[in-house]
Nanobody
């Protein structure tokens, strides 16, 4: 079985930073692409960032220059470093993985964590 577990979310003020973690179990993580999506109430789930198994990175324009995605294959863990947070970043953040290349559509990912809440206040 494949399990993904997000952690690191919480309440912050605008301009502050958070680091989210995604711990994977039951999967050869080093050969999976990993991505972060987010979903706010009443909104569709949207792409945030992704990293391939060879560490190519991809970002949505809304977070480019502020967020950094990375992975530590030895720890079977992915990360999302979020800097200069804005109230519009408030959402539940989900970790996702797939045993193929990077895509930006949620339905193309088969493995998901249960999400971690990030709340940014002004």
């Amino acid at each position: 079985q494949v399990q993904l577990l997000e952690s690191g979310g919480g309440p912050v003020q605008a301009g502050e930073s958070l680091r989210l973690s995604c711990a994977a179990a039951g999967v050869t993580f080093s050969r999976y692409s990993m991505a972060w999506f987010r979903q706010a109430p009443g909104k569709e789930r949207e792409f945030v960032a992704a990293i391939s198994w060879i560490s190519d990175t991809y970002y949505d324009d809304s977070v480019k220059g502020r967020f950094t995605i990375s992975r530590d294959n030895a720890k079977n863990t992915g990360y999302l470093e979020m800097n200069s947070l804005k109230p519009e970043d408030t959402a539940v953040y989900y970790c996702a993985a797939r045993p193929r290349g990077v895509v930006t559509i949620p339905s193309d990912y088969g493995y998901w964590g249960r999400g971690t809440q990030v709340t940014v206040s002004s």
